[in-house]
């Protein structure tokens, strides 16, 4: 059985370069799952690593 995925607190100060190494650390076997999951329903991996950038990116401006 596989282990469940979990999103562990930062253990750094949030404007330091290690904040953003862990986070990246914390976030991509989330993001291997997701495109896992992804693939499996048939989509391309290519065209949903876009799609997330996109919506990432939507997400960093102001509502």
Do not use: F, N
Not at 3 to 28: G, V
């Amino acid at each position: 059985m596989a282990k469940a995925l979990t999103i562990d607190a930062p253990q750094h100060p949030a404007m330091s370069t290690a904040y953003e190494q862990q986070c990246r650390d914390m976030l991509a076997p989330h993001l291997d799952a997701l495109l896992r999951k992804v693939e499996a329903a048939g989509w391309d991996r290519g065209q949903a690593s876009s799609a997330l950038m996109y919506l990432a990116a939507m997400r960093l401006k102001p509502a």
